[in-house]
Nanobody
């Protein structure tokens, strides 16, 4: 499994961005996936997760209604659509994969991408 996150950038508050996580492996469609983020000086934080089928999703309260997680198994790709971005969303965003049920803690995930920086200016 090799996860590659991309799509980060510098935007103004209120703008939108879509992050992409591409998996070069063959088992993407059977894995539960998630996005985490880590701001400077803070612990890695759960953002959203999606089941292998795409049917079940979960979000941290601070992004509900603004972020949307999705996946396209035929393309072995996961997305995070981020709208109404706020300065407090500034962080490095990581995608992660897990062979078991969805989870919200970083140590529960088996595979990680390298991270993509999102910076939101006020």
């Amino acid at each position: 499994v090799q996860l590659q996150a991309s799509g980060g950038g510098l935007v103004q508050a209120g703008a939108s961005l879509t992050l992409t996580c591409a998996d070069s492996g063959r088992s993407f469609s059977s894995r539960n996936m998630a996005w985490f983020r880590q701001a400077p000086g803070k612990e890695r934080e759960f953002v959203a997760s999606i089941s292998w089928s795409g049917v079940n999703t979960e979000y941290v309260d601070s992004v509900k209604g603004r972020f949307t997680i999705s996946r396209m198994n035929t393309r072995r790709t996961m997305y995070l659509r981020m709208a109404e971005l706020k300065p407090e969303d500034t962080a490095v965003y990581f995608c992660a994969a897990r062979d078991r049920a969805r989870a919200t803690r970083p140590y529960e995930y088996d595979y990680w991408g390298q991270g993509t920086q999102v910076t939101v200016s006020s």
